[in-house]
């Protein structure tokens, strides 16, 4: 069996329980609460920086020329037409500036951030991509459930949109590709801890949309 395949029956039942989880389906039907979105949203929007700070790792730390350019096309993406889907849906929602520029960060949100920070710190491309292709590859599975038509508003389309277009199924690819590679010759422990720990907290960052949303 492939590596990807055997660390994501590792990390069952979160993989799962994220990309069958109630805010996806509510999501992919246009019936999610605003507050639970936004919540939801916010969260993301801090997650997202440490992101892209995790893409750059990719950049310094990948051993091909070939891949650190592809690694670095997709960080252009995040940092550009990624980024203004979250100021536009913000507006949409009427999310104000003061809660989304420094809000106070969720447990799941958190704890997210510290892994990408380890992964970054370890200048390990392996690790980095563990981290990389749970973050994608999970928004890739949920977002390929929805089918046409999607969601009628724009800031719940484009989520989806954006998370299973063609481009993003070749980004995972991508992915998934450099893992197998760089991934082959490593312990499958080492691989498979910061694996499982992704997809928990994954499962987690959608339960987190449900506490305290805004009233
Ligand atoms: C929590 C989380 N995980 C993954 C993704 C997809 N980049 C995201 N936007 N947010």
Do not use: K, N
């Not at 996806?24 to 916010?42: H, K, T």
């Amino acid at each position: 069996m492939h590596l990807c395949h055997r660390l994501r029956d590792a990390a069952q039942p979160h993989w799962d329980a994220a990309i069958h989880h109630r805010f996806v389906d509510e999501l992919i039907e246009g019936r999610i609460d605003d507050a639970v979105f936004a919540r939801y949203l916010v969260q993301d929007y801090c997650f997202c920086d440490s992101f892209v700070r995790l893409m750059g790792a990719a950049v310094c730390a990948a051993d091909d020329a070939d891949a650190r350019l592809v690694h670095a096309r997709q960080l252009a993406v995040v940092a550009g037409d990624e980024h203004r889907y979250f100021l536009d849906a913000f507006a949409a929602l009427g999310v104000e500036e003061r809660e989304w520029r420094s809000p106070e960060l969720a447990g799941p949100t958190r704890e997210f951030i510290d892994l990408m920070d380890e992964a970054c710190a370890s200048q390990d491309y392996a690790v980095i991509l563990v981290v990389l292709v749970v973050a994608e590859w999970l928004y890739l599975d949920w977002a390929s459930r929805a089918t046409a038509p999607l969601p009628p508003r724009p800031e719940h389309h484009d989520w989806i949109r954006i998370h299973a277009d063609a481009e993003f199924v070749r980004w995972v690819d991508f992915l998934r590709g450099e893992l197998e590679r760089v991934g082959a010759g490593r312990e499958f422990e080492c691989l498979s801890t910061p694996f499982i720990r992704a997809a928990r907290i994954e499962e987690r960052f959608f339960d987190m949309a449900y506490d305290q949303a805004r009233d």
